[in-house]
C-alpha cells in the first residue's frame, strides 16, 4: 500500500473502496501496437500514484506471454494488431487467469467487437478517445473490481449496445 499524498484524491479513493489516503500498488501492464500510443500511457501512468507499469507489449502474443510472465493487476488492451489481436488475447489470458482484468482501450467502436471483447473476458470497454482521466478511472475501477458480472448480464448489456445502434 501507498500513502497518498494528494489530500483532494481522497473523495475519488473512498468511491474505489479504499481508505483514506492510502491507495493499492496497481500492477498495470499496457498492450498495443502503436509505439506512441504505449509511451503515451506510460507517461500518463507514471503520473498515478498508486500505479506502477510492469510492463509493455506489441501485440496479443506478446501480451499473453507477458501477463502469464509478470501477473499483472490490470490489462490495458488494443484490439486491432498484428499477430494475435486484443480480443483473442484477453480470451487466451481470461481462460489462464480467470481473475485477470482487462480494460479494452481502442479506437474502434464497432458494437459487434464491443460484444465479442466481453464475451472473451474483458471487464470493461473505451474509446482511446476517452479524457485520460476516464482512463486511469477505468484501470482503478477494474483493479478494485470484486468479480465479474456474470456472461448472461454482459451478453445482455451488449446486446442492448447493439439494439440501440441499429
Known amino acids: 500500500m501507498l500513502q497518498a499524498s494528494d489530500g483532494g484524491r481522497d473523495v475519488e479513493y473512498r468511491r474505489l473502496g479504499w481508505r483514506q489516503g492510502v491507495v493499492p500498488l496497481i500492477r498495470l501492464l499496457i498492450v498495443d501496437d502503436h509505439l506512441p500510443v504505449r509511451r503515451g ?3 500518463l ?4 500514484p498508486g500505479v506502477e507499469v510492469v510492463g ?3 501485440d496479443g502474443a506478446q501480451a499473453v506471454t507477458q501477463a502469464d510472465r509478470l ?3 490490470v490489462i490495458l488492451m ?4 498484428p499477430k494475435t489481436d486484443g480480443i483473442e488475447a484477453t480470451r487466451q489470458i481470461s481462460e489462464a487467469q480467470p481473475g485477470a ?10 458494437q459487434a467487437r464491443m ?4 464475451q472473451a473476458g474483458a471487464a470493461s470497454y473505451m474509446s482511446k478517445y476517452s479524457d ?4 486511469i478511472r477505468a484501470v482503478q475501477t477494474a483493479y478494485t473490481a470484486r468479480r465479474r458480472p456474470p456472461i448472461r448480464l454482459v451478453q445482455r448489456r451488449a446486446g442492448r449496445l447493439d439494439d440501440a445502434r441499429s
Open 115 to 118: 460484444r465479442d471483447a466481453l
Open 132 to 135: 485520460p482521466e476516464d482512463v
Open 71 to 73: 501477473r499483472p493487476d
Open 56 to 58: 509493455v507489449a506489441s
Open 45 to 48: 501512468f507514471g503520473t498515478v
Open 41 to 43: 500511457l506510460e507517461q
Open 78 to 81: 488494443d484490439i486491432l494488431m
Open 101 to 110: 482484468r482487462i480494460v479494452i482501450l481502442t479506437v474502434h467502436g464497432h
